[in-house]
């Protein structure tokens, strides 16, 4: 007897799963995690994103640090920041004329490290 603790689309990419035969607002339902899986992975997808997540990661940094720590350009900082914001994946607050901000978010911080680990060691085909 199997017993299921996630939901069921959760484990979409278990062995033995497939799409085929699903109801009509069943495969919609998928699409639509998969187009909400999509965009966060869209998230990692630039590498001034990944080097602003790794600041970050740990502890929480105001705008000026996190510029101060990758070298990047303070707009483009900002703008980062304010679109990791919007999309949930990280918390900021306000003290002064300062904005901090932290990753309320621990799956995106797993993930970064997941996949650099994961290239850092890679042999070279």
């Not at 109801?23 to 966060?40: H, I, M, R």
């Not at 703008?79 to 978010?105: A, N, P, Q």
């Amino acid at each position: 007897m199997k017993i299921v603790t996630q939901h069921p689309k959760a484990n979409l990419f278990d062995p033995g799963q497939t799409l085929a035969g699903l109801e009509p607002s069943q495969s919609d339902a998928v699409n639509g995690l998969f187009e909400k899986a999509s965009a966060y992975f869209a998230l990692l997808s630039e590498a001034s994103r990944l080097r602003i997540i790794q600041t970050i990661c740990y502890q929480e940094r105001s705008v000026q640090d996190v510029v101060a720590q990758t070298g990047l350009p303070q707009p483009n900082v900002s703008r980062h920041l304010s679109l990791l914001h919007r999309s949930g994946v990280l918390s900021r607050r306000r003290e002064g004329t300062s904005v901090f901000y932290k990753v309320s978010d621990q799956t995106l911080t797993d993930l970064c490290r997941l996949v650099c680990v994961r290239m850092a060691v890679k042999e070279p085909a």
